[in-house]
């Protein structure tokens, strides 16, 4: 899952970055209003958490211009202005949610959460490859009818090569996806994720399911 944090603050944005990150989310941050609408039209996000005090372009008119776009990403707007009519103005403008500044970080969580998970709604719920099947709402794994225990970024991870099943993704696209803009092109992150995902999916089964394609890329799909 890919975040978009929209947030001038750059203490207050790192350490929700950090947080969502910690969580298994991938999280670009833009510093203001126009930023915030050039990734957001050059990205898929999966989510933006959108603050309405920002320079150069307020949230409000982030938001705006993203459901005149037709954008239907799940915003999330934070605010300290708590008057009601201010809610209802965010609200009215397109956004899915709204919390007023200070918040407790873990409503914040839960928030995110709900909005992903109606967002899965509207999608497609279960993914399945070959015997794998992984449920979005859940975020429950299973191979051949057996529980697989997954970390956060080990799903998220899953997931990206679920929705690409059988098409080979490059190192670029996962680091793209599944991190975020401020991954280093030459850690070896990504090849030690992809190591502990094949032996909890793959161990103890004559077929297996995660394949790496030399000088191609990765694979997720039944055949060999």
Request: aromatic residues 6%; contains cysteine; glycine residues 8%.
């Amino acid at each position: 899952m890919r975040i978009l944090l929209v947030e001038d603050q750059p203490d207050a944005a790192e350490v929700l970055r950090q947080g969502l990150r910690e969580q298994g989310y991938a999280v670009d941050v833009a510093a203001d209003g126009e930023e915030a609408d050039f990734k957001a039209s050059v990205n898929a996000y999966d989510l933006i958490i959108l603050d309405v005090v920002l320079p150069r372009k307020s949230g409000f008119a982030v938001c705006r211009a993203l459901r005149a776009a037709g954008n239907d990403v799940p915003i999330l707007i934070l605010s300290a202005r708590d008057a009601v009519e201010e809610r209802i103005r965010g609200l009215d403008l397109g956004a899915d949610d709204y919390m007023v500044k200070p918040f407790e970080y873990q409503e914040l969580l839960a928030r995110v959460r709900g909005l992903l998970r109606r967002r899965m709604v509207r999608k497609k719920e279960v993914l399945t490859v070959g015997d794998l099947s992984i449920d979005l709402g859940t975020r429950k794994v299973q191979r051949a009818g057996r529980s697989v225990s997954l970390t956060a970024k080990e799903f998220a991870l899953l997931e990206f090569l679920a929705r690409h099943a059988g098409e080979t993704v490059t190192r670029a696209q996962i680091s793209r996806e599944v991190w975020d803009e401020s991954y280093d092109a030459f850690s070896n992150l990504i090849e030690i994720y992809l190591g502990r995902l094949r032996r909890k999916i793959d161990s103890g089964h004559a077929r297996h399911l995660l394949h790496t394609l030399r000088g191609e890329g990765y694979t997720l799909a039944p055949g060999p």
